[in-house]
């Protein structure tokens, strides 16, 4: 099985150097990697890659009062905000297990080696730092869903 930190570097590599595609042969395993317009595609050889579970279904909201001009400031509210975004494709995970409280909410204060959550990603749990000092001002995702890889996971009010 390829080891997370390697393809994690590989898929730097490709960003670093505006690369669409990598195939890379070690011994039996076999790696391709592609980027662009769809999501990050692992394929290892000869270990057959589980599919991924489809995101639990949304049930569509019943009739609400449309919001007028008071949605324009809310996006003004974000400027000068930083992003954290997945370093790669998996699910997002805000806590550290089931009963444990979340590693970062609204009005949590972070410094760069803050953790602030959990991407797993070949059944390893990868703790993402915010990298950035500041508040967390916005929480883009919910945790259990998947992410990809450049997907913005926080907003970050810098301090």
Do not use: W
């Not at 000869?46 to 919001?67: C, L, T, W």
């Not at 995970?93 to 949590?108: L, N």
């Amino acid at each position: 099985m390829i080891d997370i930190r390697k393809l994690e570097s590989l898929v730097r590599l490709m960003v670093e150097n505006d690369l669409t595609e990598l195939d890379l042969k070690d011994g039996e395993e076999t790696v391709t990697v592609k980027r662009g317009g769809k999501p990050v595609v692992v394929a290892a050889a000869p270990v057959a890659a589980a599919p991924a579970p489809a995101p639990a279904p949304v049930a569509a909201p019943a009739a609400a009062p449309v919001a007028a001009p008071a949605s324009a400031p809310a996006a003004d509210d974000d400027a000068g905000c930083i992003a954290v975004e997945s370093p790669m494709v998996g699910t997002f995970y805000a806590t550290p297990g089931p009963d444990k409280p979340p590693f970062a909410q609204v009005g949590t204060q972070v410094g760069p080696e803050s953790i602030v959550c959990l991407v797993e990603a070949m059944k390893i749990f990868n703790e993402i730092k915010a990298e950035k000092s500041g508040t967390i001002h916005k929480i883009l995702v919910k945790s259990g869903q998947p992410v990809e890889f450049g997907q913005k996971l926080f907003l970050i009010k810098p301090s």
